[in-house]
């Protein structure tokens, strides 16, 4: 089976020196695969990059085998920079839209917006404007939208940021549920939170170079991580 | 397609910035015009005198004269509004990076954004012309001559080609990614085809040719001159449409 995304030679640089510069990434089939990095260190970017948000300066990107220009987008469910709410309409509505946006069925539409309702907990806001929600529950229903079309690859920029306890929970969960039927996850974040660490592998990005992996398993990788980004910066 | 419309109708109809406009729009411009149809009923001379030629040559025809040089106006700017932030808002709410990577691309997108406008512009443009008649009736006009219904055409006409002219802002919208650069090109057009009237080459000006031709009914607006709207409308459609194609996330 061929891997969810294999990125090769990524590069990727903005007139003020950021960007990724030649960084490889594969994520195969039921694997969670966690990017750690310091802000600035081009997790975006890679992210953008691997869902064409962004067009390489060099490099090749393949989604399930496929270029980014064939690629079966219905597979597909990401959150990068912001949610897909519109805040004029209701989670309910805006779970609606974000199904029928990611090719699913109109008549299977209402079933598979019940259960991203109740799978991120979000029962009680169902009928309430994304506009009137708190961040911590418009990301949650950020990311219903991403994951309720059950895709094969799932790309999640920082998905904890503004995330209560009992939300990481959640999106942990969803994401352990995913990945346990053979999707593969890719999933940014900038410190070693609690998605990170349930992660098959971490990678660490810095100054737009893969630098290293760490052990997920591995004692204080918390301190593993900044010595190899200190060693970098040093070398650099 | 019919993912793109459906995305599209529902947003458009639960939005207050759409809502809002189609009331300036509707109400606005057709309470401005029979007020000032009361207004030269008044008892002051004064505000008579000043108002009075405004609506020359009175009647329902002098009604429907006024409505339609305020709609040229007022209609261009209410339409550009609409136009740009329904391109401008995926960029300020940040909802564009959801518009990216699903089967659905970002030219069907926009081509949806434009079919859903026009659907709605067309709408609103009748529901004004229908303002109008019932204000009109309201103020004691009475029976609509035939004489008048040219001039209702060109009122409902003008609405139209104000919908279509705006289009532009919708390529600035996006390319500027705000709502104020759709708005400010709005502007732009409006100012400048009044300048070219003011010069005389209005005729050859394409954004300023509507009005002309619906305003000033004794005044020869060839179907040559018309017809040079159609270039730049589809112009300004196939850069908006190119430009949803290729946007990166770059800024």
Redesign the interface.
């Known amino acids: 089976m061929a891997d969810a995304v294999d990125a090769r030679g990524l590069v990727r640089t903005f007139d003020d020196g950021t960007g990724v510069r030649g960084v490889d990434i594969r994520v195969a089939p039921g694997e969670i695969h966690a990017l750690v990095g310091l802000n600035g260190a081009g997790k975006s970017t890679l992210m953008r990059l691997l869902l064409g948000m962004l067009k390489p300066d060099r490099g090749t990107v393949a989604i399930a085998g496929r270029s980014l220009e064939g690629a079966d987008w219905t597979t597909v469910g990401h959150l990068v920079d912001y949610p897909l709410a519109y805040g004029e309409l209701t989670c309910r509505q805006n779970l609606a839209l974000g199904a029928r946006l990611h090719g699913v069925a109109p008549a299977a539409i209402e079933g598979i917006v019940d259960a991203a309702i109740e799978e991120l907990h979000l029962g009680q806001y169902a009928g309430r404007r994304a506009g009137k929600l708190s961040l911590g529950n418009k990301q949650r229903l950020g990311l219903a939208s991403a994951l309720q079309h059950s895709p094969r690859f799932i790309v999640l920029d920082e998905p904890t940021n503004t995330l209560d306890p009992a939300g990481v929970i959640l999106l942990r969960e969803a994401l352990l549920r995913r990945s346990d039927t053979g999707a593969g996850v890719f999933v940014s974040s900038h410190h070693l939170d609690e998605v990170a660490r349930v992660a098959d592998r971490i990678s660490v990005l810095n100054a737009g170079r893969i630098i290293g992996t760490l052990d997920p398993h591995g004692i204080d990788i918390e301190r593993s991580f900044f010595e190899l980004v200190h060693s970098d910066d040093v070398t650099a | 397609m019919i ?1 793109g419309l ?2 599209e109708f ?2 458009l109809a ?3 910035v759409v809502r809002v406009t189609s009331v300036l729009i509707v109400l606005g411009i057709s309470l401005i015009c029979s007020s000032m149809l009361f207004a030269v009923h008044t008892d002051d001379p004064q505000l008579a005198a000043k108002l009075g030629p405004l609506i020359d040559p009175g009647g329902w025809a002098g009604y429907f004269a006024v409505a339609v040089q305020v709609t040229g106006a007022a209609g261009l700017v209410g339409y550009g509004v609409v136009l740009s932030w329904l391109f401008s808002r995926e960029f300020a ?3 564009i ?8 691309s970002r030219r069907t997108l926009a081509a949806a954004k434009l079919v859903v406008y026009l659907t709605w512009g067309a709408v609103t443009a009748a529901a004004l012309l229908l303002a109008l008649i019932l204000l009109g009736l309201a103020a004691g006009l009475g029976p609509i001559p035939a004489d008048v219904v040219p001039w209702m055409g060109r009122q409902f006409a003008l609405s139209l080609f104000s919908i279509v002219i705006a289009t532009p802002a919708a390529w600035a919208a996006t390319v500027g990614r705000s709502v104020l650069a759709g708005i400010a090109t709005a502007i732009v057009i409006l100012v400048t085809s009044q300048v070219s009237v003011l010069t005389g080459a209005g005729g050859w000006y394409p954004f300023a040719t509507p009005a002309l031709w619906a305003i000033h009914s004794d005044m020869a607006v060839t179907p040559l001159q018309l017809s040079l709207i159609a270039p730049v409308v589809a112009a300004a459609v196939a850069l908006t449409l190119q430009s949803w194609k290729n946007l ?3 800024r």
């Open positions: 993912t459906v995305t529902t947003k639960h939005a207050t709410d940040g909802t990076a959801g518009l990216f990577a699903i089967p659905v990166q996330l770059d």
